[in-house]
């Protein structure tokens, strides 16, 4: 039995968990009040402070570092890589602090582990990261010679619902080619051809379907209209397109469980939650004509995919083109969990970073 500790860190949270193999056996959301992440001046500085919470965690379940055969930390901002289990090494740690590929406090969970490992003698890894790049090249371009497509998606996610489903046909995710669709804040749907994401719409870059939050693909006229409208304020603008955008500035939430209350008796919020499917829906069936057609499975997850009501609309619209499957939410932890097992187990390699 193999002891694994995994990590992952969100804006105000800090969630952890001890697994015996696949088995949880310790589990944790640490919340971090706003007052006191606002003594940070920035997301690295707020390592001590986590990592002090976390250990605090650990000697209260009465787990030490020593006893862990290995710890597993969410993928952070990096360089592009193909997706796959990395070692947390020297060369990782100084593009964190370079900060050159941008800053995430999942890169803190990277630094918090990657002392770990150097004090108590651990191997130290990530899964999945949200940069993984298996683009296809042509899903490179993107129409304009100065901007290259980027793939950033809920890859941790998407990769762990292929394998899963992978598992249930009696099937390795090698031999498959499937729609994956991850539905929470930010909604991104992937193409995945034998084990490879060769293409995807990047939430984080505003591709694809409005979500709760995310505006999504605007025009290009629009855009420049709302940079107008926000007095060319580059940040107020990025602030509204996501965080403020999708649902939330339509109706000024983005609780979708409020928005679908909400749409039992009114009309404007019905159309609302419909149009986002119905979004979702094009992104599907343009991704279909990535495979020519040739799809085994259509895959819906994500916190949005607990809505059945939703689910159906969408497998309305997307039912001929594959079978549907739902698996709803995201279980990070147990995503995490299951890649380090798979690594420790050797049915995976490291990759090189």
């Known amino acids: 039995m193999k002891t694994i500790l995994v990590t992952n860190l969100g804006s105000t949270s800090t969630k952890a968990a001890v697994y015996h193999d696949l088995e949880c056996a310790f589990e944790t959301t640490l919340r971090h009040p706003a007052s006191d992440l606002s003594q940070f001046k920035s997301i690295l500085d707020q390592k001590e402070y986590r990592k002090q919470a976390l250990e605090s965690w650990l000697e209260s379940i009465q787990v030490s570092i020593s006893s862990l055969d290995i710890i597993c930390v969410r993928g952070g901002v990096l360089k592009p890589c193909v997706s796959g289990i990395y070692r947390v090494d020297e060369t990782i740690i100084q593009d964190i602090l370079s900060g050159q590929y941008g800053m995430h406090v999942t890169n803190v969970g990277n630094l918090i582990g990657y002392?770990?490992?150097?004090?108590?003698?651990?191997?130290?890894?990530?899964?999945?990261?949200?940069?993984?790049?298996?683009?296809?090249?042509?899903?490179?371009?993107?129409?304009?010679?100065?901007?290259?497509?980027?793939?950033?998606?809920?890859?941790?996610n998407q990769k762990q619902q292929a394998r899963l489903y992978?598992?249930?046909?009696?099937?390795?995710y090698e031999e498959l080619n499937l729609i994956v669709c991850h539905m929470g804040g930010g909604i991104s749907v992937g193409v995945h051809h034998h084990g490879k994401v060769i293409d995807v719409t990047n939430a984080l870059d505003g591709e694809g379907a409005m979500s709760p939050e995310r505006a999504g693909s605007l025009s290009s006229m629009g855009v420049l209209s709302l940079l107008k409208h926000y007095n060319h304020d580059e940040s107020l603008l990025k602030k509204n397109l996501i965080g403020l955008g999708g649902l939330m500035s339509y109706v000024n939430t983005?609780?979708?469980?409020?928005?679908m209350t909400q749409a039992q008796t009114s009309s404007s919020h019905r159309l609302l939650v419909e149009a986002m499917m119905y979004q979702v829906a094009k992104d599907i069936g343009a991704m279909a004509t990535v495979l020519e057609g040739k799809i085994d499975q259509i895959i819906l997850t994500g916190g949005i995919a607990y809505n059945q009501e939703l689910m159906e609309m969408l497998k309305k619209r997307i039912g001929f083109i594959a079978p549907v499957t739902v698996y709803p939410g995201e279980d990070e932890l147990y995503a995490l969990a299951?890649?380090?097992?798979?690594?420790?187990?050797?049915?995976?390699?490291?990759q090189t970073y």
Do not use: M
Request: proline letters at 3%; charged letters at 25%.
């Open 115 to 156: 002392e770990w490992g150097q004090t108590h003698h651990k191997e130290v890894v990530f899964v999945d990261a949200p940069i993984s790049d298996e683009l296809h090249p042509l899903a490179r371009y993107s129409g304009h010679a100065l901007i290259e497509r980027r793939s950033v998606y809920h890859a941790l």
């Open 338 to 350: 299951c890649g380090a097992l798979r690594y420790l187990n050797q049915e995976e390699q490291l």
């Open 166 to 172: 992978a598992q249930s046909v009696g099937k390795s």
């Open 254 to 259: 983005s609780d979708l469980r409020e928005v």
